[in-house]
């Protein structure tokens, strides 16, 4: 079954690290473009972050500074490492073959920031 999984959400306190996972199950994703997006009750779908095949990155100028996002091929696994946290960041982060449209998404992981 060709699908993404993402893992490593959880609550955290403002201005705390968490490291998002996105894993792929039945294909190998060193060809594709792999997008993190989030969407926050209420709220718009937001593009965060999107890493090329070549290793291309960009963030939203929300998160800039503070998300870092890599690809470990070997691993099948996009990670997006997410550090000086703000409630504002509290969503559910999903993953996508696709910079711009959550195409193939996952089912997501939900990141509270909260104290």
């Known amino acids: 079954q060709v699908q993404l999984v993402e893992s490593g959400g959880g609550l955290v306190q403002p201005g705390g690290s968490l490291r998002l996972s996105c894993v792929a199950s039945g294909f190998t994703l060193d060809r594709y473009t792999i997008g993190w997006f989030r969407q926050a009750p209420g709220k718009e779908r937001e593009g965060v972050s999107c890493?090329?095949?070549?290793?291309?990155?960009n963030y939203a100028d929300s998160v800039k500074g503070r998300f870092t996002i890599s690809r470990d091929n070997a691993k099948n696994t996009v990670y997006l490492q997410m550090s000086r946290l703000k409630p504002e960041d509290t969503a559910v982060y999903f993953c996508a073959t696709d910079c711009e449209y959550p195409i193939g998404r996952g089912q997501g992981t939900q990141v509270t920031v909260s104290s």
């Open positions: 890493i090329t095949d070549k290793r291309g990155t």
